[in-house]
C-alpha cells in the first residue's frame, strides 16, 4: 500500500511512521513539518555498505551525497554508518566539519566551486577534489603549492550517457555544464595538463549520469565506459588510476507505481563490468565509490501539513491548500515530479476524491500535486505527501517570507527535532 515500508496505519486509522502516529507529530510539533524514520534511512546506509563489500571484496567506499538533505544529525549518521560523504559547497562542508565528520572522508564537488571554497576544502584537508574544468586545476595546483600539500583529485568526467530521466536531472551527456567530455578529447587533454601540474595527485575519476534512474544498463554502461577511459589513459600518459566514483541516481518510489530495483541488483552486474573491463584492458580494478543521496533519505520521510481551504470549482477542479508548499517542497514547480498524497488521519479510508494540492505562496504554480487521488478532505485534516526526505528541505526557501519547515527523526516509534523550524525573528536575521 505504500511507497516504503517506514509508513503504516495503526488502529486509529492514521498514518504512522517509523511507527510513530504522524497526527499525534502534528499536533505536537505543529505543520508543516518534515518527519524522517531513522531506522530505515540507517537500514539504507547499511544496504549499500554491505554491496560494496560484497561485491567489490570491501575495496570501496559509500558516499552519502548530502545535498539531497544536510544537516548536523544526517552527516552524524552517514559518519556512523561508515560512509563518506559528497559535499558540493563551503556551507555542505561546514556542516559535516560541524558535525564531527572527518575530512579525509568527504569528496569535494561542483562545477564552479569558488577560490574561497577551494581554500577552506584544502585547509580543512578534504580528502578529495573533483575538479571540472581545466581553471580549477590550475586554482588547486597554486593554492597546494603556497600551503606545501599535495591535493588528491579527482575529474569528472561526461561519459556521454543518456540515462531517460527528467531533462533537469540528466547530466551525463555532452551538453552539460558538468564535467569534461571524453569523445572531444577535452578529457585527456586535462589528464596531461594534471600530470604536469604541481602539488596535485590525478588519484580517480568520477561520473554521475543522472537521477531517480529505473534502469541498470546506463550505469553498467557508465561502468565499461569509464574504465575504457582509465585504459586509454594508461596508455597515452602511464598515469593509473587508482579509485573509480561511479556517481548516485538510484531511483526511489514516490508512487505506487514505480518500480526502483534494489540496491543490489546495480551492485552485481556494475561490478562485474567493472572487473570485466579491468582485465580486459590490463589495468588494475579501481577502488570504488557510489554516492546515493535519494535513494538513502528520499522515501523515508513524509511531510505533514494542515489542510486550509478546500476550493471545489465545478466542472474544473477541486483545490485543497496546504499551511506550506513551494518553500517546502519546490520539487512540483520545478520537474513536475509525482508524489503519493494522503490524509494522515484517514488513512484506513478509500481515497474517493481527486484534487490538486497546492501551497499558500502567491504564485499559480505552487502546487504540490495536480489531480491525485486522497480521502475526502476538509479543513484541518492532517495531508501526508511520501517520499520527501530528498531534495525537499534541501531546496526549502522563504519565498513570501514563509519560514522553514522543522524537521523530526523517528527512532524507535519516538520522535525528536533535528531541525527547530524557523522563526519570523529568523526572517530579518540579516537584514539591516
Ligand atoms: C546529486 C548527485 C548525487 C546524488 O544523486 P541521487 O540521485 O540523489 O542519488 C551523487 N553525485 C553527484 C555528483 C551528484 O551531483
Do not use: W
Not at 517506514?6 to 518534515?34: M, Q, S
Not at 545535498?67 to 563551503?90: P, Q, T, W
Amino acid at each position: 500500500m505504500f511507497v516504503s515500508d517506514c509508513l503504516n496505519v495503526n488502529e486509529k486509522g492514521h498514518l504512522t511512521i517509523g511507527g510513530a502516529d504522524t497526527v499525534d507529530i502534528a499536533e505536537k510539533y505543529g505543520t508543516p513539518v518534515i518527519v524522517y524514520d531513522e531506522n530505515q534511512i540507517r537500514k539504507n546506509c547499511r544496504a549499500f555498505v554491505n554491496s560494496i563489500n560484497e561485491y567489490y571484496d570491501g575495496k570501496g567506499r559509500v558516499l552519502y551525497a548530502s545535498k539531497a538533505f544536510s544537516c548536523l544529525e544526517m552527516c552524524r549518521i552517514a559518519n556512523e554508518e561508515n560512509m563518506g560523504l559528497d559535499v558540493v559547497s563551503g556551507g555542505e562542508i561546514y556542516t559535516a566539519l560541524k558535525a564531527g565528520f572527518p575530512a579525509e572522508k568527504m569528496y569535494f564537488h561542483g562545477n564552479n566551486k569558488s577560490l574561497d571554497e577551494i581554500k577552506y576544502a584544502l585547509e580543512s584537508g578534504v580528502g578529495r577534489i573533483v575538479i571540472d574544468n581545466p581553471e580549477e586545476l590550475q586554482t588547486i595546483s597554486e593554492l597546494a603549492k603556497t600551503t606545501g600539500i599535495t591535493a588528491n583529485i579527482y575529474m569528472r568526467i561526461k561519459p556521454g550517457i543518456d540515462a531517460h530521466t527528467h531533462n533537469f536531472i540528466r547530466t551525463g551527456q555532452i551538453d552539460s555544464k558538468f564535467g569534461f567530455a571524453l569523445e572531444t578529447g577535452e578529457a585527456m587533454e586535462c589528464v596531461k595538463l594534471a600530470s604536469k601540474a604541481e602539488n596535485v595527485n590525478l588519484i580517480g575519476l568520477h561520473c554521475h549520469i543522472g537521477s531517480q534512474i529505473f534502469d541498470i544498463a546506463p550505469f553498467v554502461h557508465a561502468g565499461e565506459v569509464m574504465m575504457k577511459f582509465i585504459a586509454d589513459i594508461k596508455n597515452e600518459t602511464g598515469i593509473v588510476i587508482e579509485e573509480l566514483d561511479l556517481g548516485g541516481g538510484f531511483g526511489i518510489k514516490y508512487l505506487e507505481s514505480d518500480k526502483p530495483v534494489k540496491f543490489e541488483d546495480y551492485m552485481d552486474p556494475v561490478s562485474k563490468a567493472v572487473k570485466e573491463s579491468a582485465e580486459k584492458y590490463g589495468v588494475p580494478v579501481p577502488f570504488i565509490l557510489i554516492e546515493p543521496g535519494r535513494s538513502i533519505a528520499g522515501a523515508e520521510a513524509v511531510t505533514l501539513y494542515t489542510v486550509g481551504a478546500v476550493k471545489k470549482i465545478p466542472d474544473v477542479r477541486t483545490y485543497v491548500s496546504v499551511d506550506g508548499g513551494m518553500t517546502d517542497n519546490p520539487r512540483y514547480i520545478l520537474y513536475q515530479s509525482s508524489y503519493t498524497v494522503l490524509c494522515a488521519n484517514k488513512a484506513d479510508k478509500p481515497r474517493d476524491m481527486t484534487v490538486t494540492v497546492a501551497g499558500k505562496c502567491c504564485e499559480s504554480g505552487d502546487l504540490i500535486q495536480e489531480n491525485t487521488d486522497i480521502q475526502t478532505v476538509e479543513k484541518g485534516d492532517i495531508l501526508a505527501v511520501l517520499s520527501t526526505g530528498a531534495y525537499n528541505y534541501s531546496m526549502a526557501s522563504n519565498y513570501n517570507r514563509v519560514p522553514r519547515p522543522a524537521v523530526l527523526m523517528v527512532k524507535d516509534g519516538k520522535a525528536r527535532t533535528v531541525i527547530n523550524r524557523e522563526t519570523y525573528e529568523d526572517m530579518v536575521k540579516n537584514d539591516i
